[in-house]
């Protein structure tokens, strides 16, 4: 759970969608080949792989005693919820390790970017450095940041592809094969 971008600078309120822009307005490279996870505020094209939208989605839905997926757009869904639960459970940690970054600074905004930077640095440096974490092991697995917004703003620079709408079919039928056959 290390981070390998970070974009400081943006206000907690500011909408997932707006800061994405704003990063992809950058150069950042090094992500030819691969997706980013991202939840239904966002549109379903290359580049951002997205969860069927009206399908059971969250951790919670699938819990104990809960039904099991029905079919493969719920398999999918029930599998990215795992591990964008990866993302907000590194946010959690990071929050948990610095007490910092869990309140509003005083700090002059520059400041205060430098200091999410520092912190995600020192993280990364902490995890590959020491074995058994104590601050990790606080964070829950399902954990879900209570103070992250749900933003229902989609990006409107980005077309939808329905190569890669075919291609998240795809992989939602051959996931649900897989996990017929084990």
């Not at 329905?162 to 056959?181: I, K």
Request: charged residues 20%; glycine residues 6%; contains cysteine.
């Amino acid at each position: 759970m290390n981070f390998i971008y970070m974009l400081a600078g943006w206000e907690g309120s500011a909408s997932d969608s707006r800061v994405l822009k704003s990063a992809l307005s950058r150069e950042i490279g090094g992500f030819s080949g691969n997706y980013y996870l991202c939840d239904k505020g966002y549109t379903n094209c290359e580049g951002f792989l997205t969860p069927y939208r009206n399908v059971r989605y969250h951790l919670s839905e699938w819990g104990h005693g809960q039904a099991t997926p029905q079919n493969e757009k719920e398999y999918f869904n029930m599998r990215h919820a795992s591990a964008r639960n990866v993302i907000e459970r590194a946010w959690g940690i990071l929050k948990a390790r610095w007490a910092i970054l869990r309140f509003a600074s005083l700090y002059l905004v520059k400041t205060q970017n430098q200091i999410v930077l520092a912190c995600g640095l020192l993280h990364n440096f902490i995890r590959f450095n020491v074995e058994n974490d104590p601050v990790e092991a606080e964070v829950p697995e399902g954990f879900e940041d209570s103070q992250a917004p749900m933003v229902n703003e989609y990006i409107s620079t980005i077309e939808t592809s329905l190569v890669w709408s075919n291609w998240r079919d795809q992989l939602a039928r051959d996931m649900r094969n897989e996990f017929r056959h084990t």
